[in-house]
């Protein structure tokens, strides 16, 4: 008996319907299928970003893509949970953007189209569009530290994009998105713990999606983040944007063993972080 092709599928569209907040258009999101060996798990990166092996049978899966909810007329986006809570002070201005955000997203991502089933192009865009998006919730929605995961989802994707595409400049617009989720999360520290802004609005910290290492792996994010892509031309401001990382990472050490949130896997990549900044720190500089 021939095997049916759903079988061979990697995505579905959702039962489920979503209402544009700002222009009405009512949609499908187009969801991964689970199980049948689609994902099959690799390392853990640095940065907390699970790598998926591609399968004989399905291929190559990200499951960032499909991530964002994106309307395919307006290109508003978001995360899921978000999607009809724009704020109402940012609302006509969240709507009078359309034109500009479809035309700056096309700059980057010229063939994106999300009204048909996302390629790795769609979802570097949808990240993007996720992350300019979050300029229209208030703070009680936490947007600083969501625009902060949503950028550094955006360069995991653009990475592959430059694998597969390579001499295109998706290698420096992924340094370019690093860059500004180094600012981003480390804002958000700083707007939490001076309670500009609280981190109440999000339950999960990601940074990727097959788990969520809470507000501690936002600590190491912020401190790893710093290391790699804070001042580094400028010596004292390199040493003191690396004191800062020192003092962030070195938190998570005072909060306990291994758990499920904190498994020793990312205890130790934390554990080596800090080794790394301490080193820098305390090793004579060439004259």
Same mark, same amino acid.
């Given at each position: #008996? ?16 979503? %209402? ?37 049978? +399905? ?9 964002? @909810? ?7 986006? !978001? ?7 724009? *704020? ?7 709507? !009078?953007? %359309?034109? %500009?955000? @479809? ?24 990240? $993007? ?12 929605? *936490?947007?600083? @530290? ?5 950028? #550094? ?31 981003? $999360? ?27 290492? *809470? +507000?501690?792996?936002?600590?190491? #994010? ?5 290391? %790699? ?11 003191? *944007? ?6 962030? @990472?070195?938190?998570?050490?005072? #909060?306990?063993? !291994? ?14 972080? $800090? ?13």
């Amino acid at each position: #008996m021939a095997s049916d092709d759903s079988d061979l599928k990697v995505t579905f569209q959702s039962k489920k319907e979503f %209402k544009c907040p700002l222009c009405d258009t009512i949609f499908r999101k187009e969801e991964l299928r689970s199980g049948g060996g689609r994902l099959i798990a690799g390392k853990l990166t640095e940065e907390l970003h699970r790598l998926y092996e591609p399968s004989l049978k +399905y291929g190559e899966i990200f499951p960032l893509v499909f991530q964002p @909810i994106v309307c395919p007329e307006c290109w508003y986006a !978001s995360m899921e949970s978000d999607f009809p809570l724009v *704020s109402p002070e940012f609302l006509q201005q969240a709507k !009078s953007d %359309k034109e %500009k955000r @479809i035309k700056e997203a096309k700059l980057i991502f010229p063939d994106a189209d999300f009204k048909q089933s996302r390629t790795l192009l769609e979802g570097a865009a949808s990240q $993007y569009l996720t992350l300019r998006c979050y300029d229209f919730f208030n703070k009680k929605n *936490s947007p600083t @530290i969501k625009q902060g995961i949503t950028s #550094m989802r955006c360069a995991w994707l653009l990475d592959e994009l430059d694998k597969k595409y390579p001499d295109q400049h998706y290698d420096w617009l992924s340094t370019l998105f690093r860059k500004k989720a180094q600012y981003l $999360y480390n804002e958000a520290l700083d707007r939490e713990q001076s309670g500009k802004e609280t981190l109440s609005g999000i339950k999960v910290l990601g940074p990727d999606t097959d788990k969520n290492y *809470s +507000y501690e792996g936002m600590l190491y #994010m912020c401190a790893y983040l710093r290391y %790699k892509y804070g001042p580094a031309h400028n010596e004292e401001e390199r040493k003191t *944007s690396l004191e800062e990382a020192r003092r962030t @990472i070195a938190k998570l050490f005072g #909060m306990g063993k !291994s758990s499920k949130d904190k498994p020793g896997a990312f205890l130790e990549l934390a554990r080596k972080l $800090y080794d790394t900044i301490n080193l820098e720190l305390t090793e004579p500089q060439p004259a």
